[in-house]
């Protein structure tokens, strides 16, 4: 069986490493983590710290990160400037990052491709929003976001999907484990329409992913893993999920 992927997406909130990776210790007391992939996606200032204070197994991810290397693009973050950090990767795509800063999925696979280019793991993140649910529109905003990313895609490549309905994030109102399985098989069909292995390229799931849902959503066939906000705040909760997530 392949394993398991969480991701904890920390978002704009502090949390403080030492603090957070002491309990976390603390909580799984002497349980393995055997065939769980655990990453923390935290902000810019905080992956040193992360990086140093959490157990060498787990990975350590930015949220976002400039298509360019360099040049006049005030206040942006590229790949040359964090490759010091010894990171794994980054989230690219994010809803909050299309939604809020107009990222379009052309920059989006732009993201990818530098990402992919620079040696790094990229956590692509697709998804449609209510309102494009209730007009019947999820799978022909799936199609448009992947569509672009396709030439990116391969079981080779060092990359995982994370489909996040945008109405569940963030909402405490988590797409049901059939939900978001019809909408994974359906992301792995279209993948494999478009010449790629299916299921080479792990699936995450997110949105309002917890304690209470991740293990229904893991026994899912499509589903791999699941990327976590909220839930991934609170050490002791994220432990617990990280436990689900090894039982699954
Ligand atoms: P949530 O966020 O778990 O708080 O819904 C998930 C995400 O945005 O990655």
């Known amino acids: 069986m392949a394993d398991k992927i969480l991701l904890a997406n920390w978002k704009m909130n502090f949390v403080e490493p030492k603090a957070y ?4 210790a603390d909580a799984l007391g002497e349980s393995s983590l055997e065939g769980v992939q655990v990453g923390f996606a935290v902000p810019y200032t905080m992956l040193a710290s992360v990086y140093a204070h959490a157990s060498s197994s787990y990975t350590v991810y930015a949220q976002n990160v400039h298509e360019r290397e360099s040049g006049a693009f005030t206040g942006e973050i590229s790949w040359p ?31 990818l491709e530098t990402t ?17 649910r ?5 799978f ?69 992913a917890n304690g209470g849902n991740l293990e229904a959503l893991l026994r899912q066939p499509d589903i791999d893993g699941a990327l976590v906000g909220g839930a991934s705040l609170q050490p ?3 432990a617990k999920m990280a436990l689900i997530a090894c039982s699954c």
């Open 116 to 132: 992919l280019k620079r040696g790094h793991q990229a956590v692509v993140c697709i998804g449609e929003t209510q309102a494009q």
């Open 134 to 138: 209730e007009r019947g529109e999820t």
């Open 81 to 111: 400037l964090l490759e010091s950090l010894s990171i794994s990767g980054s989230l690219i795509g994010h809803s909050e990052r299309r939604q809020y800063f107009q990222e379009t999925d052309a920059q989006v696979a732009k993201k």
């Open 140 to 208: 022909s905003v799936l199609t448009t976001q992947l569509t672009p990313l396709l030439p990116f895609l391969s079981e080779d490549a060092n990359c995982l999907l994370a489909y996040e309905p945008v109405w569940a994030i963030g909402t405490g109102l988590s797409a049901t484990s059939e939900q978001a399985q019809e909408v994974h098989g359906w992301i792995q069909d279209f993948l494999q329409a478009n010449g790629k292995l299916r299921g080479g390229i792990p699936l995450l799931y997110g949105g309002s």
């Open 21 to 24: 990776f002491d309990a976390f």
């Open 236 to 238: 002791l909760d994220f």
